[in-house]
């Protein structure tokens, strides 16, 4: 897809997720408007800063996976993996599991671009990260998704407050100083996205598909349980509220 909304992509990798069997790759290319995704037990008041994202209505978005809080936009690119348990042989359906083997697939999508790295649970180029992970495992399947930091406006950053939970790598370093842009080391998106598919062919059979051959036929009465909690400037509500939920059902395992 390109520049879907990410609450549109959400929703259709939630509906894959648990109303189909096959085995799904989604690209994204870029999304707007700029968009705050947060787990599916984040806080708002711990992750966001509250009066600049009303100030400027941003959207926040509560994902139906686990992980940590992104700012999102149109240089970000999404790509998401959707499998059975039964898809990869020997691979436990376990986030441990999962991210060491997404980490050896990227390794091979990143390999001449700059010295790739799982760090703990993120993707990184050598002590600095480009894409933020996140996971949901059900009975029979598992989603890994990640959002890859082609570029990214260091204006945006700031609506995000640093988390209480960091990686150690971190090292309390902010923004600036922590992340890095995916555009730095390679040469376009495409060659990103062609890698994707390449390194896919060493375990899957790869058929590109339309979004409307992809959708379920039962899609339109599906109930996805991710949320907009906080709407933008398209939204017809004149006051905006937070809502916390200090205790929900969590069948999700964060990366």
Same mark, same amino acid.
């Given at each position: $897809?390109g520049?879907?909304p990410?609450?549109?992509?959400?929703?259709?990798?939630?509906r894959?997720l *648990?109303?189909?069997s096959d085995?799904?790759?989604?690209?994204?290319?870029?999304?707007?408007?700029?968009?705050i995704?947060m787990g #599916?037990? =984040?806080? #708002?008041?711990?992750l966001?800063?509250i *009066?600049?994202v &009303?100030? /400027?209505?941003?959207?926040v978005?509560?994902?139906?996976? +686990?992980?940590?809080?992104?700012?999102? /936009?149109?240089g970000?690119?999404?790509?998401?993996? %959707?499998?059975?348990?039964?898809? %990869?042989? =020997?691979?436990?359906?376990f986030p441990r599991?999962?991210?060491?083997?997404t980490?050896?697939?990227? =390794?091979? #999508?990143?390999?001449?671009f700059g !010295?790739?790295?799982l760090?703990?649970? /993120?993707y990184?180029?050598?002590h600095?990260k480009?894409? =933020?992970?996140?996971?949901?495992?059900?009975?029979d399947?598992?989603?890994?998704?990640t959002?890859?930091l082609w570029?990214?406006d260091?204006k945006n $950053?700031g609506y995000?407050k640093?988390?209480?939970r960091?990686?150690?790598?971190?090292?309390a370093?902010?923004?600036?100083?922590?992340l890095? *842009?995916?555009n !730095?080391y $390679?040469?376009? *998106?495409?060659?990103?996205? !062609?890698g994707?598919?390449a390194?896919l062919?060493?375990?899957?059979?790869v058929?590109?598909?339309? &979004?409307e051959?992809a959708l379920?036929e039962?899609? /339109?009465?599906?109930?996805?349980?991710?949320? %907009?909690?906080?709407r +933008?400037?398209h939204?017809t509500?004149?006051?905006?509220?937070f809502? !916390?939920?200090?205790? &929900?059902p969590m069948?999700?395992?964060?990366?």
């Amino acid at each position: $897809m390109g520049g879907a909304p990410i609450l549109q992509q959400l929703h259709l990798e939630e509906r894959l997720l *648990r109303r189909t069997s096959d085995n799904w790759c989604i690209v994204n290319d870029g999304t707007a408007p700029p968009t705050i995704v947060m787990g #599916v037990s =984040g806080k #708002v008041s711990e992750l966001v800063e509250i *009066r600049p994202v &009303l100030r /400027d209505h941003v959207p926040v978005v509560r994902r139906f996976s +686990g992980g940590g809080t992104v700012i999102v /936009d149109q240089g970000t690119v999404f790509v998401t993996f %959707i499998c059975n348990k039964t898809a %990869i042989a =020997g691979l436990q359906p376990f986030p441990r599991d999962i991210m060491s083997w997404t980490g050896q697939l990227y =390794g091979k #999508v990143f390999r001449g671009f700059g !010295e790739f790295h799982l760090r703990e649970n /993120d993707y990184a180029f050598d002590h600095r990260k480009f894409g =933020g992970n996140a996971q949901s495992i059900t009975k029979d399947r598992w989603v890994h998704h990640t959002s890859f930091l082609w570029d990214y406006d260091v204006k945006n $950053m700031g609506y995000l407050k640093n988390p209480q939970r960091a990686p150690e790598y971190r090292q309390a370093r902010d923004h600036s100083d922590f992340l890095c *842009r995916m555009n !730095e080391y $390679m040469p376009s *998106r495409s060659v990103f996205t !062609e890698g994707i598919t390449a390194a896919l062919g060493d375990h899957f059979t790869v058929q590109h598909t339309e &979004l409307e051959t992809a959708l379920p036929e039962d899609h /339109d009465d599906f109930m996805p349980s991710t949320k %907009i909690i906080v709407r +933008g400037p398209h939204t017809t509500h004149r006051r905006t509220q937070f809502v !916390e939920h200090d205790s &929900l059902p969590m069948n999700t395992h964060g990366s």
